[in-house]
């Protein structure tokens, strides 16, 4: 996970040196979330559903896996290329009508990109499969996979400028097709991934389709909070999109480190033990989440002491000056107040979805939009960026407070 780390936080020091803060950067933040925001939702539902899925056929019905795979890859292929396809032509056509917010330069950098940059769907749709059936194995390779895109992006950044047009566009999908090719051949060589089929004739998936429909509308409303930070940000003038980008990099850097450790290793945990009908979910989980709550608050604060130097010496470098990094301090310093919230919230999640109570975990993302629009909507006008950021913070403050009490409330969902 450090190693990934380290090569993201060196991409984006090539990006800010590069780039700074200017229109190439707000066209390509604008387009990769917007691109990413269905993959994103993809992965957040398979790595919830598929690992104690995968779990209980183990337990129950192992000889059902290997078609279900292949059965799963064949659909995760088709809905790859209509979504490719969709943002291809529903992406350029959005841009067109002004639709996103951007204007001047950064709408025709982003028109540009958009063709290339469609390429993410069906790769990243294709990696957040291989990465949940690796997280479902009990193997953790593809943690340290996800640091291919970036390296690759690095490179291309670091290039001459007349050998690669559009570096930040093809070295974004090379890196991903880089990364579908290994997290494969892992998966191949494991015995893990089988030729794809087309059809649903697993009974698998009658497991699958029962809490789908749940599922999806939770992480649907919980991720869209990225795009409404995207269209409000883009409103806010050049620049905007690019000072919230550094920050919630450079945020992500840190985030991500405890996130993906404490989800994939909490999740896999807590579906063993509800498999095997063991008792002490609830108190474990939050005992966990108060743990992890302190935890953030230390990363916390140790974070924004360091803020200043550490945009300096990341960002500040070519294009990237001084103002910049102010700028990026302040957004970041305030971003930080989410860290312990969030840390808990994931224990708490992954314990609920153990247990199989999606219902809790989709109403907890359909108040996270409601309180992310009204918030912004109230705090945007007045405050700016900062009130962008406040809202994402109190959004994840609200989250935390409900997914703890939904945990202790629902004892009997734990052992049934």
């Given at each position: 996970?450090?190693?990934?780390?380290?090569?993201?936080?060196?991409?984006?020091?090539?990006?800010?040196?590069?780039?700074?803060?200017?229109?190439?950067?707000?066209?390509?933040?604008?387009?990769?979330?917007?691109?990413?925001?269905?993959?994103?939702?993809?992965?957040?539902?398979?790595?919830?559903?598929?690992?104690?899925?995968?779990?209980?056929?183990?337990?129950?019905?192992?000889?059902?896996?290997?078609?279900?795979?292949?059965?799963?890859?064949?659909?995760?292929?088709?809905?790859?290329?209509?979504?490719?396809?969709?943002?291809?032509?529903?992406?350029?056509?959005?841009?067109?009508?002004?639709?996103?917010?951007?204007?001047?330069?950064?709408?025709?950098?982003?028109?540009?990109?958009?063709?290339?940059?469609?390429?993410?769907?069906?790769?990243?749709?294709?990696?957040?499969?291989?990465?949940?059936?690796?997280?479902?194995?009990?193997?953790?390779?593809?943690?340290?996979?996800?640091?291919?895109?970036?390296?690759v992006i690095l490179i291309a950044l670091l290039a001459p400028p007349s050998w690669l047009?559009?570096?930040?566009?093809?070295?974004?999908?090379?890196?991903?097709?880089?990364?579908?090719?290994?997290?494969?051949?892992?998966?191949?060589?494991?015995?893990?991934?089988?030729?794809?089929?087309?059809?649903?004739?697993?009974?698998?998936?009658?497991?699958?389709?029962?809490?789908?429909?749940?599922?999806?509308?939770?992480?649907?409303?919980?991720?869209?909070?990225?795009?409404?930070?995207?269209?409000?940000?883009?409103?806010?003038?050049?620049?905007?999109?690019?000072?919230?980008?550094?920050?919630?990099?450079?945020?992500?850097?840190?985030?991500?480190?405890?996130?993906?450790?404490?989800?994939?290793?909490?999740?896999?945990?807590?579906?063993?033990?509800?498999?095997?009908?063991?008792?002490?979910?609830?108190?474990?989980?939050?005992?966990?989440?108060?743990?992890?709550?302190?935890?953030?608050?230390?990363?916390?604060?140790?974070?924004?002491?360091?803020?200043?130097?550490?945009?300096?010496?990341?960002?500040?470098?070519?294009?990237?000056?001084?103002?910049?990094?102010?700028?990026?301090?302040?957004?970041?310093?305030?971003?930080?107040?989410?860290?312990?919230?969030?840390?808990?919230?994931?224990?708490?999640?992954?314990?609920?979805?153990?247990?199989?109570?999606?219902?809790?975990?989709?109403?907890?993302?359909?108040?996270?939009?409601?309180?992310?629009?009204?918030?912004?909507?109230?705090?945007?006008?007045?405050?700016?960026?900062?009130?962008?950021?406040?809202?994402?913070?109190?959004?994840?403050?609200?989250?935390?407070?409900?997914?703890?009490?939904?945990?202790?409330?629902?004892?009997?969902?734990?052992?049934?």
């Amino acid at each position: 996970m450090f190693i990934g780390k380290l090569a993201g936080a060196a991409k984006e020091m090539a990006i800010a040196w590069r780039y700074g803060v200017s229109e190439t950067v707000d066209a390509y933040v604008l387009i990769f979330n917007l691109i990413n925001w269905p993959v994103s939702v993809w992965f957040s539902i398979l790595t919830v559903v598929l690992v104690p899925l995968v779990a209980r056929l183990r337990h129950d019905d192992p000889k059902e896996l290997p078609r279900f795979r292949a059965e799963f890859l064949g659909l995760t292929l088709l809905l790859g290329l209509g979504l490719g396809a969709f943002a291809y032509f529903g992406l350029s056509a959005a841009l067109s009508w002004g639709w996103t917010g951007l204007s001047g330069k950064a709408l025709q950098e982003a028109l540009k990109m958009t063709p290339g940059l469609a390429l993410m769907a069906p790769f990243g749709l294709a990696i957040g499969l291989f990465s949940a059936w690796m997280m479902a194995c009990g193997y953790h390779r593809n943690t340290l996979l996800e640091a291919v895109p970036a390296i690759v992006i690095l490179i291309a950044l670091l290039a001459p400028p007349s050998w690669l047009p559009e570096p930040l566009v093809w070295g974004t999908v090379t890196g991903l097709a880089l990364q579908t090719v290994a997290l494969a051949w892992f998966l191949r060589r494991s015995g893990e991934l089988q030729a794809p089929l087309l059809g649903f004739h697993s009974p698998a998936w009658r497991g699958f389709w029962s809490i789908l429909g749940i599922m999806s509308l939770g992480q649907f409303l919980t991720s869209f909070t990225t795009v409404v930070d995207q269209l409000f940000a883009a409103d806010l003038g050049t620049g905007a999109l690019s000072t919230l980008s550094y920050a919630n990099r450079l945020l992500a850097l840190m985030l991500s480190i405890g996130a993906t450790a404490i989800a994939r290793a909490t999740l896999p945990i807590f579906s063993e033990a509800q498999a095997s009908r063991f008792d002490g979910i609830v108190p474990l989980a939050r005992l966990w989440s108060r743990w992890m709550f302190l935890m953030g608050v230390v990363a916390a604060v140790l974070a924004a002491i360091v803020a200043p130097m550490v945009v300096e010496l990341l960002f500040q470098r070519g294009s990237f000056t001084e103002q910049n990094t102010r700028s990026v301090a302040v957004i970041f310093r305030y971003a930080l107040i989410q860290t312990p919230f969030y840390f808990a919230a994931l224990v708490l999640v992954s314990a609920l979805a153990s247990a199989k109570r999606y219902s809790m975990i989709a109403l907890s993302g359909a108040m996270n939009l409601l309180f992310k629009l009204l918030f912004a909507f109230l705090l945007v006008k007045s405050m700016g960026l900062l009130g962008l950021v406040a809202s994402t913070v109190l959004m994840y403050v609200l989250s935390a407070c409900f997914l703890y009490f939904s945990v202790g409330s629902n004892r009997v969902g734990f052992l049934k």
